[in-house]
Structures are given as structure tokens and as C-alpha cells.
């Protein structure tokens, strides 16, 4: 690219920095140190600043580059990722949303404990909410090095390498300084952001085609290579039994997983009460689904106009695909509008992922401090002490994510994510649906649904190709490939509803009937809710 591309792109998105700094700062500077402002902002945001910020969390990287590229690559198969990311919000909204507010106060831990032995459960809870979120974090990171490496034309490795450093630098100052009520307004300038690009990139496409649908989608086909291939069902996922099974084992993941992230979990106890909780759902719901039905549009459009083979040039996952449609829509590389156009596409995506990344950051952090070193260490520990433990944590966790987000750059961001989801599902989805509606659940059958999950989702990703023995591996040289799925959720998921059921029926504790009593009460009604 050329130095006008990288000289107003960065321009751009320094100016987003700044104004997001700008935000912490001043938030830092009225928060009051309380664990309630710190992890939930004081629960004062509206359902629509609430819904607003979701959508924010929600529309990641994996989104915005992730999924188009794949549906540039691949067509129709690109396009199960959008559409699980979307229905799985019915779930979210009719089972999680408002029982979750009623029942917790700051994380997943909490609605679980509420009826159970709080150390066990908050030990294993804990340990897999910091699973997950590290996990998507990767993908965010694998972003960050994608747009840089398309900024900078591959001239330095060590480019991509400084700016995921900063990236985790930035994210970390974020949440340190200003919780989560500078996260949440980051999330929702974020997302007007990303909205508002998404919308002008959506219109230059349709007016390429003088609005013209079929035109686009049978243009995108030629340039494929593939025909109408491209369009129908199979390109990806139906080459063989096992690719099949791997769309299964896609979807149950994606459409379970989101009501078990950590992050969007603790964005309903930012708002007062479980009927504002319900009214976010919903107006992330509008909000996601006009973005998801946009992606539509930029991905075969990636395809009609870039063409898919200079996509996969330019990054093999096609992670650059909306950048490079951006710069064509615009007038080409070396035109004015070319660059512009590229420049704020870019600085919106920085801005995306930055915005993520701090959300994901401080859901893990809090885990770490509410749920685990509150639990092991000091039990009694004061709330101020927690905050500090949680702002330490965020820097570790920035660690670990910028050091595997530079392992797996070369991957495609929508998969990372991907896995992610099934980790969340396999291990949060199963003991949260027994908390809330199993009568007789107990501890064992907790802490077993959560292990029986999380084991074999991450043993099952390490002993698939994801990890060795294909070419697009993490580590390509060796091959200790067992299992032929990429996406484990068709085994785990179920792993970790058996696992609860079994460690439920096997435990001699006795459920204690007034404390579920009292739960479903105050997830029902909010009698009680915090």
C-alpha cells in the first residue's frame, strides 16, 4: 500500500485512540473504586446505550473481517457463520437474558454459586470463563496483524508484531483505568462507528451493481473459479462425511456458544433491572441482524469486485477482503477516494478490535479476581482489593493473548472465534441451563459439567488439524492429528450436558429445595435481584 494509505489510516485511528483515552480518563476520574462501578458500571446505562454496547461486543473482528472474507472465499458456506452468529441470540434472549440479571451481580460464577458450594463451582467457572475469553481474544488479535500487514504491504514482520503488542498495551490501559463504564461507551462509539462503515461500503456495492442483487451474486460466482458452486451448499463443508459433520459440529457451537461468553454475559448487569436487561437483547438483536445482513453484501461483493484469488493473495484466511473491496469501491489503488475509503475501513476495523478486546478483557479479569482469587486466596477479601487484583489481571491476560494472537496470525479470525464458542458452549452453556432449570442439580454436577466440557473442547482442538497435520495448521511441520473435525462442539457440547447429569445423579448431596426455591423466584420475578 501506498504511504497516503498508511499515513491517513493511521491519522484516523489515532484519533480514535485519543478520543477513546479521552473517555477513560474522564470516567477514571469519577468512578468512585467500588467493585460494583468497576465491573458493572453502576448499572446505570439505558436499554439502548446497552444495546448499543452489545452490539459493540458482538461485532468483532471476526465479523466485520473474519466472516466476509470467508464468505468472499468460500460463498454460501461463508455464509453459516453469519447466520449462526445471528440466531443465536434467540437463545440469548428466551433463556439467558433476563434470569441471568436477576440471578447474578457481576459474572457467570455468581448465578451458579447462588445455589451451590461457592469454592468448587467458582474455581471451575472461573477457569473456564478465562478459557473462553483468552480464546477470543487470539482472534482479535490475529486481526489487528492482518490489517497492519495489508497497511504496511508485508514489508515487516516485526510490524505486525509491535502493533498486537500495542493493541494489548492499549486494551489494557482501557480497562485498568476506566472499568466498565469507559468499556461500555468505547463499545458503543465502536459501534456506531462500524454501523455507519458498514452501511456507505453496503451502498457502494449495490450502486456498482445499479442495485442489481442477482447481478452481484452471479458476478461474485464467475470470478470464484467455481460456477454456481459458489452459491450453493458445499464448497467448504460438503466435500466428504467429516466436513459435513464439521458444518454440524460449526453451528451447534456458534448458535450455543454466545450464551455462554463471559463478556456478554456481564454486559445485563450493567443495567438496572431484568426487564432493561431483556429491552438490550432486543435492540442488539436490530442492531446485529442489520449488520450481519449487510456482511452478506460486503462478502460477495469482496468476491465480484476484488475477485477471490487477489483476497487470498493479500491474506490466505481472507481476512483483508472488506479493505481491498474498500479500496476498489473508492477508485483503486493510488486514487484519492481509494485511499480514504481503505483509511477509514481500516481505522473502523483498529477501532473494532480494539473495542473488543478491552470488553473481553475486562469480563476475564473479572473472573479472575471476583471468582478465582477471591476464592483461593482470601475468601473475605474487600471489594477495593478485588478491583486492584482485577486490574492486574487484565495485564497478564494481555500477555497470553498478545503471545498466541502472534502464534496463530496466519489464521482465519472468524474460526478462532469459532472455537471459542465451542469451548463456550461445550463448558458454560451446560451448567448454566442446569442452575436455572434443573431442580435437583448439585456442586458435583457443576464442577463436573464445566470440566466435562472445557477437557475435551480444548483436547479435541490440539488433537485436530486446526493444530497439526494439515497445511493451514499452527504447526504444519509436525502431525499428531487424531480427530478429523476442526470444530469440536458436535462431541463436547454433549460431553458437558452428560458430564453434569452424571455428576449430578452419582453425588450424595442433597439438593437444598429453599435455596433453588429462592432462585427461580428471583430469576422469575427479581425478587431479590441485586
Known sequence: MTGDHQTLALLLFSVFVAV???????????????????????????????????AGDYMSAASFLGVTGLIALFGYDGLLYAVGFLVAWLVVLFLVAELVRNCGRFTLADVIAARMSERPVRIAVGTSSVTVSVLYLVAQMVGAGSLVALLLGRTSESAQAWTVIGVGALMV??????????????????????????????????????????????????????????????????????????FISLGLALVLGTAGLPHILSRFYTVPTARAARRSVVWSIGLIGSFYLMTFVLGFGAAAVVGPDAVRA?????????????????????????????????????????????????????????????????????????????????????????????LARDMNVAFLVGLAFAV????????????????????????????????????????????????????????????????PGIVSVPLGFLAGWLGTVTSDEVPDEARHAETEV?????????
Request: aromatic share 10%; no cysteine; hydrophobic share 50%.
Open 20 to 54: 477513546t483515552l479521552g473517555i477513560t480518563t474522564w470516567v477514571s476520574r469519577r468512578r468512585h473504586g467500588s467493585a460494583e462501578e468497576f465491573y458493572a458500571g453502576g448499572r446505570l446505562f439505558s436499554p439502548m446505550e446497552n444495546g448499543f454496547a452489545i
Open 173 to 246: 490501559v482501557y480497562v485498568s483505568l476506566g472499568g466498565m463504564r469507559a468499556t461500555t461507551w468505547i463499545q458503543i462509539v465502536k459501534a456506531v462507528l462500524l454501523l455507519s462503515g458498514t452501511v456507505a461500503l453496503t451502498v457502494l456495492v449495490l450502486l456498482r451493481f445499479h442495485g442489481d442483487v442477482d447481478r452481484l451474486l452471479f458476478t461474485a460466482a464467475e470470478r470464484s473459479g467455481h460456477g454456481r458452486a459458489f452459491l450453493a451448499p458445499g464448497l467448504r463443508y460438503g466435500g466428504s462425511w467429516s466436513a459435513r459433520l464439521d
Open 314 to 406: 493479500s491474506n490466505e484466511s481472507g481476512n483483508t477482503a472488506v479493505p481491498l473491496l474498500a479500496l476498489d469501491l473508492g477508485g483503486g489503488p493510488g486514487s484519492t477516494g481509494g485511499t480514504v475509503l481503505f483509511a477509514i475501513v481500516a481505522a473502523v476495523a483498529f477501532a473494532t478490535i480494539l473495542a473488543v478486546v478491552a470488553g473481553i478483557t475486562l469480563a476475564s479479569s473479572a473472573s479472575v479476581a471476583h471468582d478465582l482469587y477471591a476464592t483461593l486466596r482470601r475468601p473475605h477479601a474487600k471489594h477495593r482489593s478485588e478491583v486492584a487484583v482485577a486490574r492486574t489481571a487484565a495485564v497478564g491476560i494481555g500477555v497470553v493473548a498478545i503471545a498466541l494472537g502472534l
Open 424 to 487: 463456550a458452549a461445550s463448558a458454560n452453556l451446560p451448567v448454566l441451563l442446569y442452575s436455572l432449570f434443573w431442580r435437583n442439580f448439585t456442586t458435583r454436577g457443576a464442577v463436573w459439567a464445566v470440566y466435562g466440557g472445557l477437557v475435551p473442547a480444548l483436547a479435541l482442538v490440539v488433537l485436530s488439524p486446526v493444530v497439526s497435520g494439515s497445511a493451514g495448521a499452527l504447526f504444519p511441520g509436525v502431525d499428531f492429528q487424531y480427530f478429523p473435525l476442526q470444530n
Open 522 to 530: 428471583r430469576s422469575l420475578t427479581g425478587a431479590g435481584a441485586v
